[in-house]
């Protein structure tokens, strides 16, 4: 039993390490990707020609989230890793080879498909609200981003080998340079070829994202075999495990595709305040919430293949842990702070006051779902650790239908904040489910450890909300960016201070990482 606790205790330490790694990469790329919403904020504003931009990345960023996207991660990982565990590392790569083959095939003749049904697509099922001037625009954009959907196949089924062989230095860079090629493409492409210098940005970001992460492939002994062997037991087991997976991913793409429709038929501005508001929501989820997912998912596999229940209930615990302390309080901010963020971020040139007023709305409702979201991307990655991939999707077409029915029911009194509430809501029930059906899978997620961290970071988040809203209505408080960098360290200081005080584990933890 010692050695035990001692090898989840070497493993927690290590999986620190490379969290806190991945972490930093995200920070930059997140704080990239802000910019890059800053850049194209000040260039596009809540435009029309905005509007067809984000229309149009539906249908390439569908095909990727289907065939490639989180589909081929989750169902390639464990089944390239337990390859890898048996120490055959020639079948493996012949494995990865085989799917990266199949897999660019597939999406070459889909997007082929997309293209020539380009016209039909937005006309009847993507954007059928917007005029015919923008129709023609979303067509041409999503021509040109299809390009981008195959780059993006290969390499994310070369981040999910590396991730496999726990290697996350390069895939962590990789959104750094895509986030870079898309600011160069608004603001070096803008001014002359408009929203079509975002989409070349995306293409070249693209072929970035896979170009940074080739040389680590090659340094860690890649191998490349030109075959399409689909008798291979692990091609099939990786075709059973996606089945369910691409189903759910369908869902959630469905949510997303729903909303673009529904938009569309808003006054204009509303589809770009809605994106405005999700990627921000995005900012803290994907700093805390991904990159702890991201780690954490190889290890789950490797302690599933090697039946080890127990370990694997400790590794999820702790991370659940991690996530709800950065996200609660991340989420108490977003909603106390949304104007004063928005209008210091985004308001300026074409971003006008009546932008700012639109994402806010967003962003508040948007951000009552930030936990909900950010736990479900670990909790997902345990099932498809435990090769069940069916009991998220189940989950997750359940939440659609209810996030479609919410839609529809708050679109009328709320506009586009219906659209966010009801993603919010229907989130946070697809959490507490998936909680609930893992506590039962692995015997219990560990309460007696669980429910005192939880009061513990609810305490200090309630703090911080108390002493942000007070300041925000304090005397001689006023103007955005006072109030941001007023009440935004205040916040963060109050938090750290009353979680300090009681004893919170993950600060400590945070703490002893850096001083190692």
Avoid at 115 to 138: D, E, I, K, N
Avoid at 362 to 370: C, M, S
Avoid at 424 to 447: C, F, H
Avoid at 477 to 504: D, E, H, I, N, Q
Wanted: aromatic share 8%.
């Amino acid at each position: 039993m010692t050695h035990v606790k001692q090898n989840s205790a070497t493993q927690n330490t290590s999986m620190a390490r490379a969290a806190a790694l991945v972490m930093g990469f995200f920070i930059v790329s997140r704080a990239l990707g802000l910019l890059r919403e800053v850049v194209i904020g000040a260039q596009f504003g809540t435009s029309a020609e905005l509007d067809a931009y984000l229309a149009a990345f539906r249908v390439p960023d569908l095909l990727f989230q289907l065939v490639a996207g989180g589909a081929l991660g989750s169902a390639f990982i464990p089944t390239f890793a337990a390859r890898l565990l048996q120490g055959d590392r020639a079948k493996a790569w012949r494995l990865a080879s085989a799917v990266a083959n199949l897999m660019a095939l597939l999406l070459t003749l889909t997007a082929i498909l997309a293209a020539v049904s380009a016209p039909w697509l937005v006309r009847h099922l993507l954007a059928p609200g917007f005029s015919a001037a923008q129709q023609a625009l979303t067509v041409s954009l999503m021509r040109l981003m299809l390009i981008s959907t195959i780059i993006f196949g290969i390499s994310g089924l070369v981040m999910g080998a590396l991730n496999a062989m726990q290697h996350f230095l390069a895939p962590a860079a990789a959104p750094i340079i895509y986030n870079l090629a898309i600011i160069g493409g608004a603001w070096l492409l803008g001014g002359a070829l408009g929203v079509r210098g975002l989409a070349i940005g995306v293409l070249v970001g693209a072929a970035g994202h896979l170009l940074v992460q080739i040389p680590a492939l090659v340094r860690l002994g890649a191998r490349y075999f030109p075959l399409l062997d689909v008798h291979d037991a692990g091609v099939r087991e990786i075709g059973r495990l996606m089945a369910p997976r691409v189903l759910g991913l369908a869902a959630v793409q469905l949510n997303f595709w729903v909303n673009t429709i529904l938009a569309s038929g808003l006054p204009e501005g509303r589809l770009a305040a809605l994106n405005y508001g999700w990627l921000l929501m995005l900012l803290p989820q994907g700093i805390f919430a991904q990159a702890v997912a991201t780690v954490v998912f190889p290890t789950f596999a490797t302690q599933v293949a090697q039946h080890n229940l127990a370990a694997l209930r400790s590794t999820f615990t702790t991370a659940l842990r991690t996530i709800l302390f950065f996200t609660l309080p991340a989420a108490i901010g977003l909603i106390l702070l949304a104007r004063p963020l928005i209008t210091v971020l985004l308001q300026r040139n074409a971003f006008t006051a009546a932008s700012t007023a639109l994402v806010v709305t967003a962003l508040q409702l948007y951000a009552l779902g930030l936990v909900g979201h950010s736990v479900v991307e670990v909790a997902a990655r345990a099932f498809y650790a435990l090769h069940d991939t069916a009991t998220p999707v189940v989950i997750g077409v359940g939440a659609m239908l209810l996030n479609i029915v919410l839609s529809l029911l708050l679109l009328g009194p709320l506009q586009h904040g219906g659209l966010a509430l009801a993603n919010s809501i229907a989130t946070t029930i697809e959490m507490v489910a998936l909680l609930w059906l893992l506590r039962r899978r692995l015997g219990g997620l560990q309460a007696g450890m669980l429910a005192p961290a939880l009061w513990r970071t609810a305490l200090a988040s309630a703090a911080l909300g108390i002493v942000v809203w007070g300041w925000q209505q304090a005397p001689g408080v006023s103007g955005a960016w006072l109030k941001v960098l007023l009440c935004l360290p205040l916040g963060v200081g109050v938090y750290l201070t009353v979680a300090w005080l009681a004893r919170a584990e993950e600060l400590q933890a945070i703490r002893h990482l850096l001083r190692r």
